[in-house]
């Protein structure tokens, strides 16, 4: 049983940037992916971008190039660096946590981008 708290989230204008964190209640040291999600209204929890425990990363197009995942291991803690944000970046943000035996979330955090 893993706890995920993501924080970071709040309104910022758009071309601004945000660090979202994901706090995990045990250690992610272990072989699995994290990765972060975003669902707007009305539409589906899509994958804004992944990092496995070996440090490779992927990233959804639409993010490319503007947001950067990483992952703290000894902290527990996985963050998303988003720059260059744009009003369609306007989601709820999940952390996610795959240990390939049991699949984690978050409660999400309020990423608002006003134009």
């Known amino acids: 049983q893993v706890q995920l708290v993501e924080s970071g989230g709040g309104l910022v204008q758009a071309g601004g940037s945000l660090r979202l964190s994901c706090a995990a209640s045990?250690?992610?040291?272990?072989?699995?992916?994290m990765g972060w999600y975003r669902q707007a209204p009305r539409k589906q929890r899509m994958l804004v971008a992944t990092?496995?425990?070996?440090?490779?990363?992927n990233y959804a197009d639409s993010v490319k190039g503007r947001f950067t995942i990483s992952r703290d291991n000894a902290k527990n803690t996985l963050f998303l660096l988003m720059n260059s944000l744009e009003p369609e970046d306007t989601a709820v943000y999940y952390c996610?946590?795959?240990?390939?035996?049991?699949?984690?979330w978050g409660q999400g955090t309020q990423v608002t981008v006003s134009s």
């Open positions: 990092i496995t425990s070996g440090g490779n990363t």
């Open positions: 996610n946590l795959n240990t390939y035996i049991m699949n984690y």
């Open positions: 045990a250690s992610i040291v272990s072989f699995n992916v």
